[in-house]
């Protein structure tokens, strides 16, 4: 069933778990994520980005996220978030089109100026009864060369400012960043970075009641996801493992067969592919069996 996210976030935030935000962008990467949240009573987060509507449509891509999740045979609670929202107009389409959640994402611009747009989106989504997730701090991890840990710090998120972020704007959620990367990168070059739990500790003590986001968490280990739940992370994005799997399915399928011709063969595989990565997911979460 679809239902609006904060009452996903209001479980966790009580239970103590997280929930995971996967991207999709197809009726295939849909299909996915709900199987695997319905097979595993899990609740999910199904978020597309402005590109994704832009490959899309955006009335086409929330109708199959609202056809898939609303089937009769879904029994599990999946809510519908727009990720990385750039601008004033993004976020008041998705809005306009029955999104639960928007994500204004203007953390690359100075402070003051984040506060700004941030506080127009999350008034407007307010005022409409959208919860609005706001980012302070960089994430590194697409567009640059050099990302060590030390050259990653300086854009990290401050615990103090976070404070004065969340008073100001009056966020839903935060989007944190404390060494979480985007991209495909920290795969094939930089290896994925250890997050920084204690920033983390500091920004839960400062702001306890604010369920934190962590984005890029793709290829981010048990070991730091447990601890970063602990410490008040309730929403956790994965994108790249998606599209990896995804991916990594047609080009076996397809280099196995030369004589497959018939698409549904070839993206079978793949939904199961996105299903499998989605499974593990929820159970690193600790959301499974929650529903
Ligand atoms: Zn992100």
């Known amino acids: 069933m ?6 996903l976030i209001k479980k ?7 929930v995971g935000a996967f991207n999709i962008f197809n009726l295939e990467t849909a299909l996915g994520v709900v199987r695997a949240a319905s097979k595993l009573g ?16 955006l009335k086409a891509i929330t109708q199959i996220v609202e056809a898939v999740a609303k089937d009769e045979k879904v029994k599990v609670p999946i809510a519908l978030h727009l ?3 750039k601008s004033f107009r993004s976020v008041a389409e998705c809005i306009s089109v029955g999104f639960s959640s928007i994500h204004i994402d203007a953390s690359e611009l100075p402070f003051s100026e984040n506060v700004l747009l941030t506080k127009q989106a999350v008034d407007y989504a307010h005022k409409h009864g959208v919860w609005a997730q706001g980012e302070l701090g960089i994430l590194r991890g ?24 969340v008073a100001q704007t009056s966020v ?10 985007h991209g495909i990168k920290k795969f094939r070059d930089v290896g994925v970075p250890d997050l920084d739990l204690l920033r983390l500790k500091k920004i839960h003590n400062n702001l306890p009641a604010t369920p934190i986001v962590l984005h890029g968490a793709s290829g981010i280990k048990k070991n730091q996801i ?13 994108d790249t493992e998606l599209r990896l799997a995804f991916t990594n399915a047609v080009r076996e399928i ?26 593990e997911k929820i159970k690193m979460f600790g959301s499974a069996g929650r529903y």
């Open 42 to 57: 899990a609740p999910a987060i199904i978020q597309v980005s402005e590109t994704t509507i832009e490959y899309a449509g």
């Open 2 to 7: 679809l239902v609006h996210i904060k009452d």
């Open 142 to 165: 697409v567009e640059d060369k050099a990302q060590t840990p030390e050259d990653m710090a300086p854009f990290f998120t401050d615990p103090e400012e976070a404070v004065d972020f």
């Open 254 to 279: 397809l280099n196995e067969n030369s004589l497959i011709y018939d698409p549904r063969q070839v993206l079978t595989p793949a939904i199961a592919a996105i299903e499998k990565i989605v499974e």
């Open 12 to 18: 966790a935030q009580k239970d103590g778990y997280a």
């Open 172 to 181: 839903d959620t935060l989007a944190v960043s404390i060494g979480n990367m």
């Open 83 to 85: 990720d990385h929202g």
């Open 226 to 238: 447990e601890p970063a739940i602990e410490l008040g992370v309730r929403i956790i994005n994965i």
